[in-house]
């Protein structure tokens, strides 16, 4: 059973830029979560996926957007990049909407440097 | 609003001390807590899930508490390992109104094992 996979692995952007991270959640989960952790600090929600609609957000801006497939999977798109922006961004997967007794199921992460 | 703070930030011991680590919130309208080891730059693992009408939860040489009325969580270490360094974060699963459903994150213990 494949857990939560990520792709990539590793970006280097340039500011202003725009880039898309992949995450395929968990085998059985209809919920993704993103998550951004700068380094030395824990992570910091920045919104979740359920039923290909956006259901919560953390505050982040416009920049940041999401999309959810048919298939579970998501994307994080983020616009206009700033160096600020260098962070692991992590996928968490879950089933139904998170709330419930259900754990989160983080994935490797993708490792965005800005430059 | 909940805050989670995790003491101490950094612990260095050697291999075979059993050891705690502590996390504490300030609201307890929780629904769940779960404590994470991440490795550095890498993903998260889940290591324990604890529901707010739970007390303990155990798995192998861990074993982690919540006593929900005083806002405090520790995790157990019996017989630490080299290979146990790692980060320990401790999330928490909020019920209240702005954070409902949101994981509230410390910013995690960091431990050194030493041989």
């Known amino acids: 059973d494949a857990g939560v996979t990520q792709s990539p692995t590793h970006l280097i952007k340039t500011r202003g830029q725009q880039v898309t991270l992949r995450c395929s959640p968990k085998?059985?989960?209809?919920?993704v979560s993103w998550y951004q952790q700068a380094l030395g600090q824990g992570p910091q929600f920045i919104f979740q996926?359920?039923?290909?609609?956006?259901?919560q957000r953390g505050n982040f801006p416009d920049r940041f957007s999401g999309h959810q497939f048919p298939n579970y999977s998501s994307e994080l798109n983020v616009n206009a990049l700033l160096l600020g922006d260098s962070a692991l961004y992590l996928c968490?997967?879950?089933?139904?909407?998170?709330?419930?007794?259900?754990?989160?199921?983080f994935g490797p992460g993708t490792r965005l440097t800005v430059t | 609003k909940q805050e989670v703070t995790q003491i101490p930030a950094a612990l260095s011991v050697p291999e075979g001390e059993n050891l705690v680590l502590n996390c504490s919130f300030t609201?307890?309208?929780?629904?769940?807590l779960q404590w994470f080891r991440q490795d550095p730059g890498k993903g998260l693992t889940s290591l324990l899930l604890?529901?707010?009408s739970q007390r303990e939860q155990t798995s192998g040489r861990l074993n982690a508490s919540l006593d929900k009325s005083s806002g405090r969580s520790t995790l157990y270490i019996a017989a630490s390992q080299p290979g146990d360094s790692a980060t320990y974060l401790c999330?928490?699963?909020?019920?209240?109104?702005?954070?409902?459903?949101?994981?509230?994150w410390g910013l995690g213990t960091s431990l050194a094992v030493n041989p």
């Open positions: 968490a997967s879950s089933v139904g909407l998170a709330g419930g007794p259900n754990e989160q199921y």
């Open positions: 996926y359920y039923e290909e609609e956006e259901r």
């Open positions: 085998s059985g989960h209809d919920t």
């Open positions: 609201d307890s309208a929780i629904y769940n």
């Open positions: 999330a928490v699963r909020c019920l209240g109104a702005g954070n409902n459903r949101k994981l509230i």
């Open positions: 604890i529901q707010s």
